[in-house]
């Protein structure tokens, strides 16, 4: 997941990506209700877990609501 996001981000100049070791970080970790399997978090509203092929992870980029301000 992560080659995905950094991906995305190298490759357009609105997406960011920021991935956090659950167990470097646990209060991010709790903060995000991450467990034992990836966890992706959009805006910091809308999330998905898995690992997900390139072109599921996009369409949850493009449908995911606006940053909040």
């Known amino acids: ?13 609105k997406v960011s ?8 970080f646990p ?12 966890k992706t978090v959009l805006n910091y509203q809308s999330e998905f877990l898995g ?3 390139e072109a599921y992870v996009l369409e949850k980029i493009l449908t995911a609501p606006p940053p909040l301000p």
């Not at 997941?1 to 100049?13: E, N, T």
């Not at 990506?17 to 470097?24: G, L, S, T, Y």
């Not at 903060?31 to 034992?36: A, C, D, M, N, S």
């Open 1 to 13: 997941m992560a080659r995905v996001a950094y991906g995305m981000a190298i490759a357009g100049d």
């Open 17 to 24: 990506a920021e991935v956090i070791d659950a167990e470097e």
């Open 27 to 38: 209060s991010v970790a709790r903060e995000f209700k991450v467990g034992p399997v990836p």
């Open 51 to 53: 690992a997900a092929p």
